[in-house]
């Protein structure tokens, strides 16, 4: 998958993307708010080897702005017609910018017009209310919200929300 608008691009994760990836999935304060404030702990090599299981039905991507990563998405599919979807800005510096609402309209665009699916899913934190925010004015609908389904690393009990969107529903902002 290569997605591109304006001054952003989406890409497919490589190998040679492991140790970026690595670095941010190691920081808790990036990962804090997935349930990993001590970060996942996961070793490059072992990312560089689940990025060559990557197909064009379950992909990792890059995010970049002018050519820099900034972030990682990925994709999934979830049943015959369903895709499930995350997003992450890394560089804490692009956030607040309007950067998520255009790449996952970049995103989701994609999985409706150039893959078929049906339905885009996705879930979030309940404590991630700007993400909440921009899943809503994309078109995502609440499907239920999981009261302490989950803890965290610090053993914390978590509550998440499920979020679906379909076709009709989807408000694109990258056009």
Known sequence: ?????????????????????????????????????????????????????????????IIELNKRPIGEMSYGKEGEDTVGIGIKICDFSEHDKGYGKILLSMLIFSLFEDMGYKKVILDTNANNK????????????????RENSWRNQLGELQSSIDYEMYREDFVNFAK
């Open 1 to 61: 998958m290569l997605l591109q608008f304006k001054n952003l691009t989406i890409r497919n994760a490589s190998v040679e993307d492991a140790d970026l990836l690595s670095s941010w999935w190691n920081d808790g304060k990036i990962m804090a708010h997935a349930g990993f404030p001590y970060g996942t702990g996961e070793m490059a090599c072992e990312i560089a080897e689940n990025l060559k299981k990557d197909t064009d039905e379950d992909r990792h991507l």
């Open 130 to 145: 700007r993400a909440q925010h921009v899943y809503e004015e994309l078109g995502f609908r609440k499907v239920q919200v």
